[in-house]
């Protein structure tokens, strides 16, 4: 079993619509949670990190739930340029070593 | 944007020859690390680097050595390539602050082994 799973998707969302996708992580000692966006070709990009009581930026939510073991991303109001692949990273040691979901993609439609 | 740079940005070689792969940073940052990325997989790190002359095994590091002899530089060398080893290479950076290390990255690296 993977250490950090995502649906892969494509998940399709007229623009304008709401998405929102899990990311299940198997370590329960897991300390931090990161999402991060990554367009076709190109270097990941810190979207935000996920706090345990939840947080918000801009359309963006995101949501951490111990309990099940899992983190949660919502894009309100999406635009077509949220089209990308949104990677779930979580890290359990205390320096700084990561573990990386192979990615949910979201495509955004006119 | 972090200030990371990765050489070259792409490159093409043939089985058997050994390939070096760089990673510079202007941050001034701890960590440093190199990963692979291939379809499916998501990002495996290869090796990662916690201070100069300081480095340690990732998940898939055979065929795989690091060197950082400067806090800025990272180099990943491939021993002797594999067509096994064609691949997306990304370096990332981080430091810590508040136990919450967001890592930075590169533009990455387009290796080819044909």
């Known amino acids: 079993r993977k250490e950090v799973e995502q649906d892969p998707g494509p998940f399709n969302v007229p623009e304008g619509a709401t998405v929102a996708f899990n990311c299940t992580y198997s370590n329960s000692a897991s300390q931090s949670f990161f999402w991060y966006r990554q367009d076709c070709r190109k270097e990941p990009k810190l979207l935000m990190s996920v706090y345990s009581s939840g947080n918000e930026d801009g359309r963006f939510t995101a949501q951490l739930n111990r309990a099940s073991q899992y983190i949660s991303l919502l894009i309100r109001d999406s635009k077509l340029s949220d089209s990308a692949t949104y990677l779930c990273?979580?890290?359990?040691?205390?320096?700084?070593?990561?573990?990386f979901g192979a990615g949910t993609q979201v495509v955004v439609t006119p | 944007d972090a200030g990371i740079t990765q050489s070259p940005r792409h490159k093409v070689t043939e089985t058997g020859t050994p390939v070096t792969l760089r990673c510079h940073q202007t941050?001034?940052?701890?960590?440093m690390y190199w990963y692979r990325q291939d379809p499916g997989h998501g990002l495996r790190l290869i090796h990662y680097?916690?201070?100069?002359?300081?480095?340690d095994k990732g998940e898939v590091s055979d065929g795989y050595s690091v060197s950082r002899s400067k806090t800025e530089d990272f180099l990943l060398t491939l021993e002797s390539a594999t067509s096994s080893q064609t691949s997306v290479y990304f370096c990332a950076i981080s430091e810590s602050d508040s136990n919450n290390y967001e890592q930075y990255f590169g533009p990455g690296t387009r290796l080819t082994v044909t």
């Open positions: 680097s916690y201070g100069v002359k300081d480095t």
């Open positions: 990273v979580v890290n359990a040691d205390s320096w700084g070593k990561f573990q």
């Open positions: 941050e001034n940052h701890r960590y």
